[in-house]
């Protein structure tokens, strides 16, 4: 999939080891470079449901419309879809197959 972010900030974490290691130390930046890579090698949102451990799920609540990968614990990597319009269903539910874009929101713990 195609990978974008919603500040520099937030694609400078992401994007360097060192950056991502200082914010979060090594367990936590080693777990998101891993995510990060399997979400790039997934062709669709659907692929993604399927890696293993990465738990893929949409969010409920406030966060309605996007989805969340686990990290590690307790926090998640936020990101939604990137298309216009999206991809949907006849029932309004989002074709994930179609789904090749994303756009990272951010990392938190948002329990």
């Known amino acids: 999939m195609q990978i974008e972010f919603t500040n520099k900030k937030l694609c400078k974490i992401c994007s ?3 950056e991502s290691q200082a914010k979060f130390g090594k367990p936590m930046a080693l777990k998101l470079q891993m995510r990060l890579g399997q979400m790039q090698a997934a062709e669709t949102l659907a692929d993604l449901l399927l890696v293993p ?9 406030n966060l309605k419309g996007k989805f969340a990968v686990d990290l590690a ?11 216009d319009p999206l991809p949907r269903k006849k029932d309004g539910g989002l074709i994930l197959e179609e789904v090749t874009a ?3 929101q951010a990392i938190k713990d948002y329990h």
Request: glycine share 8%; hydrophobic share 40%; aromatic share 8%.
């Open 16 to 18: 360097s080891a060192t």
């Open 73 to 83: 614990h307790p926090y998640r990597l936020i990101f939604s879809p990137d298309h």
């Open 53 to 61: 451990g990465a738990r893929c799920h949409a969010l409920t609540g």
């Open 102 to 104: 994303v756009v990272i």
